[in-house]
């Protein structure tokens, strides 16, 4: 992914130890992560999926993490086997469809699993999934509704260039 990562390593070669060290000093999620913990559904996928391609910075969203007694803990999340496809599959609902990937991991000591998916902008915004826009805002995903590209409409204009 040509877009910097929170984790200290570059993407590639992410390991679950650059997760856990990052999440020991992190606080409140921001604007380019965001944390789920349990089961995830794939509505939750897809709107943060397209908040964060609806960002000038793009996003990863990390599965298997809570925030417990004011600290985040790998709790692992409740994933299917084929975690990669399902979260492609989940992505694939967005129009137009950004760029992504993900990772997976298990924690060795639980054998819990996690997930982070990274996801780029899109050149062209807005990213839609079934014709709404959904705008990140620092610790949440917000839906709107479609972009219009009016005056005062929120949408992020494209790269280099006006809305």
């Known amino acids: 992914m040509p877009f910097p990562a929170p984790f200290g390593e570059r993407w590639e070669?992410?390991?679950?130890?650059?997760?856990?060290?990052?999440?020991?000093?992190?606080?409140?999620?921001?604007?380019?992560?965001?944390?789920?913990?349990?089961?995830?559904?794939?509505?939750?996928?897809?709107?943060?999926?397209?908040?964060?391609?609806?960002?000038?910075?793009?996003?990863?969203?990390?599965?298997?993490?809570?925030?417990?007694?004011?600290?985040?803990?790998?709790?692992?999340?409740?994933?299917?086997?084929?975690?990669?496809?399902?979260?492609?599959?989940?992505?694939?609902?967005?129009?137009?469809r950004p760029h992504h990937d993900a990772r997976t991991f298990t924690i060795e000591a639980t054998g819990a699993r996690i997930a982070v998916l990274a996801i780029e902008p899109v050149d062209v915004p807005p990213c839609l999934t079934t014709r709404r826009r959904c705008l990140r805002a620092r610790g949440r995903t917000d839906r709107s509704g479609a972009g219009s590209g009016a005056p005062g409409d929120p949408v992020r204009p494209r790269r280099g260039g006006r809305a």
């Open 13 to 96: 070669h992410l390991t679950l130890t650059d997760v856990e060290a990052f999440l020991a000093t992190a606080g409140e999620e921001a604007l380019t992560w965001e944390c789920k913990a349990g089961r995830a559904r794939p509505e939750q996928v897809v709107r943060t999926a397209a908040g964060f391609a609806n960002s000038e910075l793009g996003g990863y969203l990390i599965l298997g993490v809570d925030w417990v007694g004011g600290a985040w803990v790998l709790t692992g999340a409740d994933l299917v086997p084929d975690v990669t496809a399902w979260l492609g599959t989940a992505v694939d609902r967005l129009a137009p």
